[in-house]
């Protein structure tokens, strides 16, 4: 519990301006690879994650799913994505400032990181803190061209001595469970 209100108290000197704009923090939320803050208004929500896994602090603009914050999308599929990375948004739109983004996990590089990031949410997503989701509608369409450029895959792992009905069955359950875009492979491996 003292980490998750560290957190929220480390988030909120840089991003309590949100409650300006109708977003409140909603909950924080600490697994071993990942601590996150999680801010919402009525439509839209804001993660602010220290990542553990990627050595550095995270943004991710979500969008509101029947008033729910969204669940993470695994595949890119014919649904709108509610879930999109900050840096893609600053891909679409101000692809220099990318550059721009620290990492490291230490005390000054993370409050390095959340310093900028609530600066870059002031100047390049004014229209996402108003209410408008068209933020993660162009980021979006920069994750779709990066997917359309390295089709989707799944791949399946069976043992060697596997049986082509276990392959079968493998590949069907697959099929069954993930969008019809993403491609399904199988590999085996010997013992």
């Given amino acids: 519990m003292q980490i998750r209100s560290q957190w929220a108290a480390l988030v909120g000197r840089h991003f309590d301006f949100l409650g300006e ?24 929500g804001l993660e602010v994650t220290k990542s553990v896994e990627f050595g550095r602090v995270e943004l991710t603009l979500l969008r509101l799913v029947d008033g729910k914050l969204p669940e993470v999308e695994v595949w890119v599929s014919e649904a709108p994505l509610n879930r999109v990375l900050f840096d893609n948004v600053l891909e679409a739109r101000r692809s220099e400032l990318l550059s721009s983004l620290g990492n490291g996990l230490s005390d000054e590089e993370v409050e390095a990181q959340l310093a900028h990031y609530a600066e870059l949410l002031r100047i390049v997503v004014p229209d996402f803190l108003e ?3 068209a933020a993660l509608v162009e980021g979006e369409a920069v994750i779709r061209k990066r997917v359309e450029a390295n089709p989707q895959e799944l791949t399946i792992w069976l043992p060697s001595d596997a049986s082509q009905a276990e392959e079968a069955n493998a590949r069907a359950e697959a099929q069954r469970t993930n969008p019809p875009e993403v491609r399904t492979s199988v590999r085996r491996y010997s013992r």
């Fill in 21 to 44: 704009f109708g977003f409140r923090l909603d909950h924080v939320q600490e697994k071993w690879w990942a601590t996150s803050a999680v801010y919402r208004s009525d439509a839209l």
């Fill in 131 to 133: 209410g408008s989701d």
